[in-house]
């Protein structure tokens, strides 16, 4: 065992007879709990299989080589494919040059059906039980008091929507220019990619939730438990960034639907809105619908005081 | 020169009101409703450009088009009235005051007629609605108003208004609300 090359404490400088013995002493407890505890990991790495070594010992997402790349994504279509029964595909496009992602919701419109909750869930593989997880919740309001979160109700089962006196105004991840969960994140998990969405590495979450305490809008959600993803309706077209199936103990959100967005695709939730209240486009873009809301109808921020930049504006078509 | 001028003036003008006959475009023998509908007035606002605007095929009631089915053997009858097969079946809910021809073109039926008399094939029904609807059509036109799909940064596909719509009765249905979120007490797993 050699010397702890850690340099001597103050009391060693002080008095160096005694304490230079002490922090022998100390130095060699502490080796020994270091030591014991890389057997220990050893060990129990050493008990892993070789597909759950490498996913514990795989490094942040963006730190990765184009090889490690490869063959993570292999791993993780292997690992999907061997608990769903059919085969994955785990996207890893990046973002598209000169494009800024925004989103547009005209209040004026939507009736609050809840088709883009449901469609939501089942493009991006969310758990649909034991907890279900929305990435989109519906709040009703009152059309006399106005935009009122605290006053809204998100449970509201009437059975024909819109119902009389009441708007309705869905709100998901905002993906916010500035946003609050990606500078709490203590171990960088989470982050804003080149085109404005906002994302979680799911391998590299430890689950501490601080995102989800921090982001004013509620739109981070747990995995308390083991997602429930019956494999006949798992979505097979995924992004490492995005849908692909989640693991206990980790946060997920709204990606804008970046398995799809990065091909040129609508979002899930715009595809399926039977009124057309939702509008998507590249915010960089002059000739784009988003643009066109923003330079000519009555738009607004939620929460805008709150200085987090959304890039989901809600907007007055009529 | 000049009494011709003022009758089709008027006529389109009476056309346009739905009390009148519109001009006469008798479709020649072998002639489709297209052909007829692609003959334009002078004048009149110009057709969008192939694939504009691309959209669905209209959706057309079961048994009732192509109108000329009945009407080719029917005068049209431009006197507002209870019309028992067409008011069971599709009853006009449309603002006060609207009648067929405000839309329908007399004859042959299977097109539109703008107010201008320009008749248009059915495909092309949102540059109808969009006289009365400027305000509406101005944002379909750029994917405001209304569901656009396909691709946010390539081709995408426009509805017609009818799509969404029923041209009759365009009021948009309410509809059965998706099931609520479970509350947070009534998870026990």
Redesign the interface.
């Known amino acids: 065992m050699t010397e702890d090359p850690s340099p001597p404490s103050r009391d060693a400088l002080d008095s160096p007879e005694e304490s230079r013995e002490e922090s022998l002493q100390q130095s060699t407890r502490r080796s020994f709990l270091a030591y014991a505890a890389a057997a220990a990991a050893g060990a129990v790495l050493a008990s892993c299989t070789p597909e759950e070594r490498e996913a514990y010992l795989q490094k942040r997402f963006r730190e990765l080589s184009k090889e490690d790349v490869a063959k993570v994504v292999a791993r993780l279509e292997a690992e999907y494919a061997r608990k769903y029964g059919k085969p994955f595909k785990v996207g890893v496009e990046p973002a ?1 040059p000169r ?1 800024l992602f925004g989103y547009a919701l ?1 209040l004026s419109r939507c ?5 883009c ?2 469609a939501c869930v089942k493009e991006n593989n969310q758990s649909r ?4 997880i ?1 990435w989109i ?1 519906v709040l009703e309001m009152d059309k006399r008091t106005g935009v009122d979160v605290m006053e809204s109700n ?9 119902r009389e006196g009441h708007f309705y105004m869905p709100v998901q991840c905002q993906q916010c220019r500035n946003p609050p969960c990606t500078r709490v994140c203590p171990v960088g998990a989470t982050w804003q990619e080149p085109d404005g969405i906002v994302v979680v590495d799911y391998n590299w979450c430890v689950g501490c939730r601080c995102c989800m305490s921090a982001c004013p809008y509620g739109a981070r959600h747990f995995n308390w ?1 083991e997602p429930h993803l019956p494999p006949e309706e798992a979505n097979q077209e995924t992004h490492y960034l995005g849908n692909r199936p989640r693991m206990r103990g980790v946060v997920e959100k709204c990606t804008f639907c970046i398995q799809r ?1 990065r091909k ?3 979002p899930a939730c ?2 399926i ?4 209240a939702r ?4 915010l960089l ?1 002059p000739e ?2 988003v643009r ?2 923003i330079e000519n ?1 009555r738009v607004f921020l939620l929460k805008e005081e709150l200085n987090t930049q959304p890039k989901f504006f809600y907007f007055y ?1 009529v | 020169m000049k009494t011709i001028a003022q009758s089709w003036i008027l006529l389109a003008l009476a056309g346009g009101a739905g009390c009148g006959v519109a001009p006469q475009q008798a479709p020649l023998p072998g002639q489709t409703p297209e052909a007829v509908a692609a003959a334009t007035v002078p004048g009149a606002p110009s057709a969008p450009k192939a694939d504009e605007y691309p959209v669905p095929p209209p959706p057309f009631s079961e048994g009732i088009y192509p109108c000329s089915f009945c009407h080719d053997m029917l005068d049209p009858n431009p006197t507002p009235r209870v019309l028992n097969n067409h008011d069971a079946e599709q009853p006009l809910r449309h603002g006060p005051g609207r009648w067929c021809y405000d839309c329908h073109n007399p004859k042959p039926m299977d097109v539109l007629r703008l107010a201008n008399g320009t008749t248009i094939p059915f495909s092309e029904s949102y540059r109808l609605c969009g006289q009365c609807h400027g305000d509406k059509y101005r ?1 379909w036109k ?13 081709k995408k596909e426009y ?1 017609l208004c009818v799509n ?1 719509h029923n041209p009759h009765a365009p009021h ?1 249905k ?11 007490a009534e ?1 026990h ?1």
């Open positions: 598209i494009t005209d009736i609050g059906c809840r088709r909750v449901y039980r034991s907890p279900p929305q919740s998100l449970y509201y089962d009437p059975k024909e929507v819109p438990g967005t040129g695709l609508y715009v595809e809105c039977p009124v057309g509008k998507f486009g590249n873009d784009s619908e066109y809301i109808k078509g | 944002d750029v994917g405001v108003h209304g569901k656009r799909t396909g691709s946010w940064n390539g509805r969404c948009f309410p509809l059965r609300p998706l099931p609520p979120p479970v509350r947070p998870i797993e």
